[in-house]
């Protein structure tokens, strides 16, 4: 049972890296520095939680300041540009971010271990869990509390107003600054918005697996975190759950006993899905 | 109410406005006319900030409008159609006209968070005008992209609209409507003065602008070439020779 209660742990986290590039795409942005914000919240929870001995649900809150305040702060020059631009862009602050952590050294003696980040050897003992007795299942609970909130969040968002001027920015952005819409203030928002999730997810990413390195934030956390909006539709949150489904509970672990043969079917799938699917398993009936 | 002063705009060496002095008085419903290419659209792309003058000026009641970008224009109280309609066609009609409340007052009014973050309760009513005015209150959950062609040139006016403008550019309104469609435009045009609207209509129909302009300038290589009320337009041998394509002597 536990290993489908990991399962559970990972498309939770996965499905957080998704929503954090959902609500920009609804502004027509393509961002690859999602994973960038999510390794910043994986970093500041552990340090937190390791370090400091907090408690993991201020460390996340935490996490989520920080990865909303740098993508507000990369949002303000970077969403400036667009198209190829703004992906070339967000790919060199994501690799930035993870080349900072390659490199970035800061660990403290608790008892006879020393503890902290260690460069390319990465941060170990990240175990806030284990030290507090939490089973795998309380552990998928935990996660899907914060997974339900940032669907709820965004699910609402699609019912205001706000979420309706993303998607008019996202539908024609000189139209929507002849109405009056301020593009800057709208995409930086959708930005910060998608920063503090990525960072939420993140910081659990780093709790649950208990050790992190530069390697587990490279381009490949990047793509996926669009990939999943994009395979899902963006008509709803909901599409990009069942996408985080689709890929990481069926093609990644469901068809694990084909062994190599995976990798090869896992892009063939993928391209049958969106041609099948052009605008998304939930899609707006146009491309994505 | 509008003043523009000696503005152009070139693109490279092309000057598609040219040293343009404009005045436009509150009330009136001024027509733009000219070929195409003389500078009409571009007039219009400049005066709602989408391109930044080469030189020149323009004033907004008074106040210079160099500083503002494109949505403040908008809140300063200008609002605008465009030639090729640009609608938000994955949204619905009412949609459309939710994400253009932008007006100063309709921000000054609501908090923040109801602003924003409020659902669609209230607002829904607030629109049921605009929608009748604009004789689409039947398809009001339509996404705006299903819209029969008129129906779209009438959305993207009430889309205008919805900002409660005191200066409305109209951008070639009646390209491709029949004569009937044409009558409905004027008479909202008509309305819309008496309500205290001004507007500066761009167009070729000359059924339309003769019908209803109090004051027509032309615009040739985007310089005007003659200004006056629509009689004195018609009978003017500039115009006749640049518009229609030269007289027969």
Redesign the interface.
């Given at each position: 049972m536990d290993f489908y209660f990991g399962l559970a742990q990972i498309i939770g986290v996965h499905t957080l890296l998704g929503l954090s590039a959902y609500i920009l795409l609804l502004t027509g942005q393509v961002s690859l520095a999602q994973a960038g914000f999510y390794a910043i919240g994986a970093y500041v929870a552990g340090m937190l939680t390791v370090l400091g001995g907090w408690h993991l649900v201020p460390a996340l809150g935490a996490s989520a300041v920080c990865g909303a305040a740098v993508a507000c702060a990369v949002g303000f020059p970077a969403l400036r540009v667009k198209g190829l631009m703004l992906v070339i862009a967000t790919l060199a602050f994501g690799e930035g971010v993870r080349l900072f952590f390659f490199n970035f050294d800061y660990q403290i003696a608790k008892g006879d271990l020393k503890v902290g980040p260690l460069g390319g050897e990465g941060f170990r003992q990240i175990r806030f869990f284990p030290e507090n007795g939490w089973s795998t299942f309380e552990v998928m609970l935990f996660i899907w509390v914060f997974v339900a909130g940032a669907m709820a969040l965004l699910w609402w968002f699609d019912r205001s107003r706000y979420g309706t001027v993303l998607r008019a920015v996202g539908e024609d952005e000189l139209a929507a600054q002849s109405v009056g819409i301020n593009l800057t203030a709208v995409k930086v928002s959708a930005m910060t918005v998608g920063g503090a999730i990525a960072g939420v997810g993140g910081g659990l990413y780093a709790h649950y697996t208990t050790h992190i390195e530069h390697s587990s934030f490279n381009i490949l956390v990047a793509t996926f975190a669009i990939a999943y909006p994009i395979v899902g539709g963006l008509r709803s949150v909901f599409g990009t759950l069942l996408a985080v489904i689709f890929v990481q509970g069926f093609l990644i672990e469901g068809l694990r006993f084909l062994g190599d043969w995976r990798n090869l079917l896992f892009g063939a799938l993928i391209v049958l899905a969106m041609n099948l699917r052009p605008s998304g398993f939930l899609g707006t009936g146009r491309r994505a | 109410m509008l003043e523009l002063r000696s503005l152009s705009r070139h693109f490279g060496g092309v000057r598609a406005v040219d040293g343009l002095d404009l005045t436009v008085q509150e009330g009136q419903i001024f027509g733009l006319i000219g070929p195409n290419g003389s500078g009409k659209s571009t007039t219009v792309n400049v005066i709602?900030g989408?391109f930044a003058p080469t030189a020149g000026s323009i004033l907004f009641r008074g106040q210079d409008l160099a500083a503002l970008?494109?949505?403040r224009r908008?809140?300063a109280g200008i609002?605008?159609t465009?030639q090729n309609i640009?609608?938000?066609?994955?949204?619905s009609v009412w949609?459309?006209l939710?994400?253009?409340q932008?007006?100063a007052e309709d921000q000054a009014r609501q908090g923040f968070f109801t602003?924003?973050?409020?659902?669609?309760r209230g607002?829904r009513d607030e629109i049921g005008p605009l929608l009748e005015f604009s004789g689409l209150a039947h398809k009001r959950d339509e996404l705006a992209a299903n819209l029969a062609f008129g129906e779209q040139r009438r959305l993207e006016l009430a889309?205008?609209l919805?900002?409660k403008p005191r200066l409305l550019l109209l951008d070639e309104p009646a390209a491709g409507m029949n004569s009937e469609e044409i009558g409905q435009l004027r008479d909202r045009i008509l309305k819309l003065r008496e309500r205290g609207v001004t507007i500066l209509l761009v167009e070729h129909v000359m059924e339309l602008v003769m019908g209803v302009t109090d004051r027509i300038a032309v615009l040739n290589f985007g310089q005007k070439i003659a200004e006056g009320t629509p009689a004195e337009i018609q009978a003017h041998p500039a115009v006749r020779k640049a518009y229609l394509g030269g007289e027969k002597a």
């Open positions: - | 709602t989408l970008p494109t949505h908008l809140r609002a605008r465009f640009r609608l938000f066609g994955q949204l949609q459309n939710w994400v253009a932008n007006s602003r924003w973050l409020g659902g669609q607002v889309r205008a919805a900002a």
